[in-house]
């Protein structure tokens, strides 16, 4: 059964600290997505990649955020200094994109809650 | 400037009954749309998609219907089930051949309430 995970599942930390969120996507997908879920903004892309290259991260704040794929099972989400304002769900999600073969489909994790107070 | 709208931000429908939920969008290059479903402290999970050459998809108890002049997407349920209660995001995505690398902007979603 292949799923994407994540973890830590929740975060609580304070304002200013550092916090990585890790995602391992579905084996033999080339393409890792970030998603921010807030009550107000809904599903937000922050960054995704493509065979672990970075496509665009123009969601992300850039002075705080960074997104990095260090090898194909493990994907990072980090922010410092981490602020109230994070706080949310954030969701990785992978899917499989190759030449002449059209797959959209996403398949997310079960997200990171991230409090910072 | 949101490009997939879904307005209704919630749905209440009695078991056995059809529940209909609508997704609007602004952008012509889309080709592509996807529902999914997302309870509670759970990532979304994928539904049913359609490609823009077709006008309907059915998957069991579960169709999307798609007008590309009004560009606007429906998700039929029928009939509804108590465990169908749950958030539904739609998505879309432009095509590769116009440019998309395959990601997808999502609406932001209806809340549907099965009742027994």
């Known amino acids: 059964d292949a799923r994407v995970t994540q973890t830590p599942r929740h975060k609580v930390t304070e304002m200013g600290q550092e916090v990585t969120m890790r995602c391992q996507p579905i084996?033999?997908?080339?393409?890792v997505f970030w998603y921010r879920q807030t009550m107000m903004q809904g599903l937000e892309l922050l960054a995704y990649f493509r065979n672990r290259a970075p496509l665009d991260d123009s969601g992300m704040p850039k002075d705080r955020f960074s997104a990095e794929m260090p090898d194909a099972t493990l994907a990072t989400l980090k922010i410092q200094p981490s602020e109230p304002r994070d706080s949310a769900v954030y969701f990785c999600?992978?899917?499989?994109?190759?030449?002449?073969?059209?797959?959209?489909?996403?398949?997310f994790g079960p997200g990171t809650r991230l409090t910072v107070l | 400037d949101q490009q997939v709208k879904q307005n209704s931000p919630s749905l209440s429908v009695q078991e056995g009954r059809i529940s209909i939920l609508n997704c609007d969008y602004t952008?012509?290059?889309?080709?592509?749309f996807l529902w999914y479903k997302k309870y509670p402290a759970e990532g979304p999970t994928f539904l049913i998609s359609i490609s823009s050459i077709k006008d309907k998809n059915e998957d069991g108890r579960f169709t999307v219907f798609l007008n590309k002049s009004a560009k606007h997407l429906s998700l039929h349920i029928v009939p509804s089930q108590p465990g169908d209660s749950a958030v539904y995001f739609c998505a879309a995505s432009g095509g590769f051949r116009r440019g998309s690398q395959g990601n997808l902007i999502f609406g932001k979603g209806t809340k549907l309430s099965v009742k027994p």
């Open positions: 999600a992978s899917g499989s994109v190759t030449l002449g073969r059209r797959t959209d489909t996403q398949y």
């Open positions: 084996l033999g997908h080339n393409t």
């Open positions: 952008n012509s290059m889309f080709d592509y």
